[in-house]
């Protein structure tokens, strides 16, 4: 089950994607309000309780008894509250740049973002269709690339037509809602999740990740009783782009030696 992060559509896994399709069954969705995904009409149907309905009832459309958990940013948060309604239908779990909850606290490591976040969300609810053309013309510029990894959002390795795929479906979005997702997923926590789970577990975080540090990382996975942790180096919050291979063999290594399964 691969539960995305909020930071671009499937296109984001394009690797894993081709890397793991051939010998494993890939299960995915928008979060309803997001990308293909409506919000069914009401802004208000957003929280992660929401998201978490979506995901039952897509594993249940796939008609998927046992699974194994993928997430990134936001999707690992979802994945661990997952464990705490379904956990005896998980075989194991990837978590890959992604803290257990409440992320604005741990973000840059500072509490400005948590203290400021809230003006943050106010003024992007108010303005944001006013300046949706200059943000979708600058989303897709090789300037705002270079300026996002010049301020190590974003590293050297992410190739730019990932960039501009993720860039220009982002830039189509409803802030006003995206703002809604994203208060819900920081308000959020599972940290008391962590101590009961009891299947293996991959933490996979980035060097440089300004977003979910490493120190969140290696929290978790000391948290967890059957966790192991790798930290991708020079990777920032978007390993999975910046560093296919690296990543797809790591969890290839991980599902292999603690799951069991021949991955050809």
């Not at 009409?41 to 929280?47: A, F, I, K, L």
């Not at 998927?64 to 309604?85: A, H, P, T």
């Not at 997923?185 to 977003?211: E, K, W, Y």
Request: proline letters at 4%.
């Amino acid at each position: 089950m691969l539960t995305n992060g909020l930071g671009g559509d499937i296109h984001a896994w394009h690797h894993f994607v081709t890397h793991f399709a051939p010998s494993t069954r890939i299960i995915s969705w928008d979060y309803r309000g997001l990308y293909a995904s409506s919000t069914l009409g009401q802004r208000t149907s957003v929280t992660m309780p929401h998201h978490l309905e979506d995901m039952v009832a897509v594993i249940g459309a796939a008609r998927c008894e046992k699974i194994v958990l993928v997430g990134w940013s936001m999707g690992v948060q979802l994945n661990f509250e997952w464990m705490r309604n379904y956990g005896d239908r998980v075989n194991g779990i990837i978590a890959i740049n992604g803290t257990a909850g409440t992320p604005f606290r741990t973000a840059f490591q500072t509490d400005l973002v948590e203290r400021h976040i809230p003006q943050a969300f106010e003024f992007i609810r108010k303005y944001w269709q006013k300046a949706a053309p200059w943000g979708a013309r600058l989303a897709g510029s090789q300037a705002f690339l270079r300026s996002l990894q010049l301020l190590g959002l974003v590293g050297h390795t992410l190739k730019s037509n990932d960039f501009m795929d993720l860039a220009k479906a982002f830039a189509k979005l409803d802030f006003g809602v995206y703002s809604d997702i994203l208060e819900s997923v920081g308000n959020h926590s599972a940290h008391d999740v962590l101590p009961t789970i009891n299947v293996p577990t991959l933490i996979m975080a980035g060097q440089h990740d300004l977003f979910t540090p490493v120190t969140t990382a290696r929290e978790m996975s000391e948290a967890i009783t059957d966790a192991e942790l790798y930290v991708v180096p020079g990777g920032t919050h978007y390993c999975p782009l910046e560093f296919p291979e690296l990543t797809n063999l790591r969890i290839e290594k991980f599902l292999r030696d603690r799951l069991g399964w021949n991955i050809e």
